[in-house]
């Protein structure tokens, strides 16, 4: 059973237009969610997270967005650029647990100049 | 800093076979975890160490997988016997622990087939 769930496998964007990608979790008792963002050949790596007690973050031209009643989060990327290319995890963690995160399968974003 | 550091990066080997997986952890990191990668289930937590002491090894598949962490810049995974549905990448990462961002740092991964 997926706590963590990316129904998009995979997502096309033109070069300086929206980038959104989605995730859904299960475990109400999670309060710390996560994006990492991996290359091919590479470990994935931190890029942006937030807290239950919070509906959004930013982080320049990335932005996550938490709906706790539909638990629900999502990604946004403004302007997408072609670098931006790769796959990007959903991850959730409960505070409780420790350091312990449950990650989703992953979206494969493909931004096309 | 180096970061984390996995070798090998590569590791081909046949159906039966013993295969040992290392990494070395950032230094004063004291959380170290073991990740499995494969297309159908992303990534999948097999195993984490707090202060080198498994604290849930629930994510690893079975009896042919064991992990170890003999010291704070050390740990294996071992599978015996290796077998084809054993074929992924595999991750480890490590992470202060109680850190307020539950960042993980992972390393380059090992890419493991099993024919």
């Known amino acids: 059973d997926q706590q963590v769930k990316q129904n998009s496998p995979s997502l096309s964007v033109q070069e300086g237009r929206i980038s959104i990608l989605n995730c859904d979790y299960t475990n109400s008792m999670f309060d710390y969610f996560l994006w990492y963002k991996k290359y091919p050949a590479e470990g994935p790596t931190f890029l942006i997270s937030i807290s239950s007690i919070k509906d959004k973050n930013e982080d320049g031209r990335f932005t996550v967005f938490l709906n706790k009643s539909a638990k629900h989060l999502s990604l946004h990327i403004v302007p997408s650029q072609p670098g931006d290319s790769a796959v990007y995890f959903c991850a959730a963690s409960e505070v409780e647990y420790g350091n312990k995160l449950v990650f989703g399968a992953g979206t494969i974003l493909r931004v096309k100049s | 800093d180096a970061g984390v550091i996995q070798s090998p990066r590569h590791e081909v080997t046949e159906m039966g076979q013993e295969v040992t997986l290392r990494c070395k952890p950032i230094s004063g990191h004291n959380s170290l975890f073991w990740y499995r990668q494969t297309m159908m289930r992303g990534l999948e937590l097999l195993i984490y160490f707090n202060n080198n002491v498994p604290i849930d090894d629930s994510g690893m598949p079975e009896d042919r997988f064991s992990a170890k962490m003999p010291n704070a810049s050390f740990s294996t995974l071992k599978i015996q016997p290796s077998e084809p549905r054993d074929s992924a990448v595999y991750f480890c990462?490590?992470?202060?622990?109680?850190?307020?961002?539950?960042?993980?740092?992972f390393g380059p991964g090992t890419r493991l087939t099993v024919l």
């Open positions: 990462a490590s992470s202060l622990p109680r850190d307020r961002y539950n960042e993980q740092f």
